[in-house]
């Protein structure tokens, strides 16, 4: 018998591809590396930071090159993004405003500066993954999407800060996961800049293939009692071994319900 | 061939399916006749196809798409086919199936509720939960975790919610829905299984399930395997975190439980699984656990910030944040050499453990004790005569090499916990066996000994040989202090300690000799020593607020009801003030506890009056420190400096009556305290209020410093607000506070917009325009207040009492020049 995952999932994000004619070089570069590695037993990824810009739409954009399923979310009360001074961010509401009005609303305002402090080029990347900023808080857990996950749940949620990861395993406690269904919450701990974002996400798709990989290992093996078992207690020790290779990205992890 | 038409076949149906889902994703309206279509394959003999039915029933229990009631019909239908894939041998699967059940017990707990007849539903979900539970030790730890949450629900419905039906939730599904004479449904049969379910969950918080097994299976070996036990915590990082993360609603909903929750949550050591073997996937496991406590507890007292927990949470998370600290420096600090040997979090594993061993788990019963096992004949050692274990491990530990305070602590532990018929079955063990000893040597007290104990042996009553409980105490706390005795002996002579050890064996009488007597200075170190550690105990307290430091005792309430901050408080007040009375009137009597030998630190300010007699230096040192704890933090500690003074003040009181040549004491100390605050005020430390108003009484020392914070232009505001507050609200101290602001009045110009109106209220007579002559003659007077003072009032009021009480401020002003 062949292995065939259960559920078919689309090959590719659309948005990924839109995102891809933009950083080709930097694109393929991660094909190289990791080409497909995601196809052919996807977990679903989600990932979190405050505003939805920098750190998660990185790793965004990485995990979806890497053709797993993968959603994002902010969990910050609006979107923060640097302004002319440190007292006069800009504030934009979640949800609702796209990155292109975001994209556009900075370019007037300043172009110099907003290029200048790579805004304008992280908005620009932005606005061709997805549509706007989500927040978290406000996500529906499993109502179905039109993006990669349709289903509407993941199997890891990543989150890029520990305040971050505080917020999500407190909101779901709150939620009383109504879904009895289990997700890994982990922490990489990025700090909020361009190039560290870069890092992190590096970081957090091979975090991604390193877990995939034991899933399709515990997949295919054959215990006396049972087969075909899942990725879940191995979570630690490929977490543990991930550390060792990213001693600069402390971790965090905890199992939850959605 | 055939097989690869089967293979495409399949694949074409998996697309199929696949097709379908995307509708019911799309359109929901379709997911319950999507549903019924796909039970048949399900259940059919392509494991494809079932891996796809089982996640997809999973994922329709879920989604919140499809309605409740839409479910619940579902559910019913679908019982047999979960019943079914139960069966099955592939993680997946299985992970699927526990999922669904935990989504659909509590709608078939519902159904079955309002359908009394359907027995047949019911017993399916019996058969489902079981087979459920029979998976949660042994299956594949994503199956275990999927367990876990349903667990979690059949908890939650199998539990009582809110206790007051005001605030019960009545959409939510629990035990209050299950009517009393239900046919099927048993409520204590659910309720206790509901809470045998709850120990079974909150094991995993407590120590290693397996371990458990041996110990209770392996009785003969019961004592060693149990402390093996307590210290392996069950190290799986995964099950306990995903515990952890099902415990808040638990607690949140169902108050009946949740005392036990919390308990068991505070009980556990995050931190334990390092001190097992540092690894770094260890010390990671740690972090993890740690915050995932850290968020869980945070997440409980916030839902209910004034709920029972709150203290006793913030003071676990101060201290895992420090033992956490610790660790890790001690850690980076033994990176070089690790051992394993973290005797702090050791320690308190081990207490903590041992505490909740015998609150949730049950006591593995210790081994019958063998009673005259091992009756060596010859010399026998008090090690020897005292242990009932039958390990050699055990018997050959020397209980000397642990310090001290662990000893203690080991010992006041485990007799808290240590069952009655236990200890009472040990104590006749030893006794046997003590009886026995003294059969075979019958007892030859030797020379010096019992020369030394025949002038003490009159006042010792020898214990009864009897063996009925009600003495089951007194023997060994008599054998202990022998070997008390006998460790003094060796320290006296240790050359003939061996002798002595066997002689003391078979004496029945001895006395405790007299402790050795301190000296003057020894006493008063220790004396010190001691306030020191009491001023220390008050300093760890968490500030709490007033509301919540009251009392729930009612009248019941004593001075120091609670070991809290207040109830130490109140012990160390009055142990300044009352506290040396005894000392005090024993002077005459015992000469080497006089103070005016120890007094060598001179505590007499004022009046060098040789009669009055001094306090204790005890009682001025406590003083002292509670002076500099006071002035350290006013703000903070003003009630520490309210009692204190309210209990100097009433000792004084007392004290008058039975030596009326004792200094007051009370004045001194809270003019200390204000000499010592006044400087500090600030414009807005309206706070101090509440001292001035609460001290038993206001002299006119203190009211002269009132006055100039009145005159300092930054707190003048302060202080003019004392002085009406005081004026309003203490009637006895109105006049003197008058007249400070009638002085004030009368030579501080500048203040006249902030005192007039206290003055119309209270003096209007000064407003009255005097002539100059009787203005002149009072100037003088003024200067120091008092009845001259009093006198310019009275002459004021005889002149024109309802003449100007709403004299014009511009009158006001014209009289003062002559005045002053």
Redesign the interface.
Known sequence: MMQTPPQPRPTAAPAAEAAADVQQKHDDELRGQNGGSGKDFPLKFCTVCASNQNRSMEAHLVLSLSQYPVISFGTGSAVRLPGPSIDKPNIYAFNSTTYDEMYNSLKEKDPRLYHANGLLGMLDRNRRIKGCPERWQDWKVGVPRKDGVEDGVVDVVVTCEERCWDIVVDDLTNRNSPLNRLVHIINIDIKDNHEEALVGGKGILELANMLSEAAREEREKAGPNFIRETVDGRVPDVLAKWQERFPGLPALWTVGYF | MEATQV?SS??DQ??QL?SA??LV??DPVYWPQVLHGILPIVSGPI??LR??GA?FL??TF????VEAGEKLNLAVACLDTMVRLMDE????I??SVV?CS??VYPLIFRYICNNREDAATWKKMDVLKSKILNLWD??????R??CI??VQ?VILVQSRGATDPRLADRSEISLSMVPTNHPILSLPALDAEAQGLLDRLLSVLLEDPRQENTVTTTTHNGESSRITGILIINSD??LT??T???L??LVKTRSPIAAKIVSTVLSFNPLAIVTRSN???NR??M??ME??VR??L??IVRANPQGPFTGKVSQHLTRLSRMKADLLEELSRKRAAPTPDNDAVKRLKTDQQQQQHAAVTPTPTPPLVPPQQQIINGPMSYAQLYSLSTDDGMNSFDGQQLPLDLILEIINRSMYNVQQHNLDAAITAVRNRYAALLRAFPPVPPQAFSQQSSSQASSYVPPPAATDESHAGYLPDATENRIDKQEKEEDKAESNDEEDEESELQLGKFRLPPPPTLSREELRESSFDAVNRIFSVIDQFDKTSLVSRKSKLGVMRLAASNWDREGWTTLITRLATRGMGGLQGEEEIKPEVRDSDFDDEDYDEEEGDSKLQKPSALSNFIRDKLYMCIIEDFRARMDIAISWLNEEWYNDRIMAKTQPNRQPQYKIWMMKIMDGIFPFLEGKDRMFMRLLSEIPEITVELLQKVKMLCLDPDRAVLGIQMLHFLAMLRPPVRNMCMDVLEDLWLNHTELRGQTQKLISKWRPEVLVPKPAAIAAAAAPASENTGTSENQVAVNASGGNLNGNATASSSDNTNTTPMVT
């Open positions: 293979f399949v694949e998996l697309q696949g889902r995307a994703l799309t494991v494809q891996r796809w996640d999973a994922e879920s989604t919140p798409v041998k592939e993680a997946g299985l992970k999922q935990a989504s042994t299956g594949p730890v994503g199956v975790l999927c949450k349903f629900r990082a995964t975190t995903a952890l993360n099902n808040a609603q690894t770094i996937q990671l496991m972090q993890c915050k995932t968020v869980l945070l997440n």
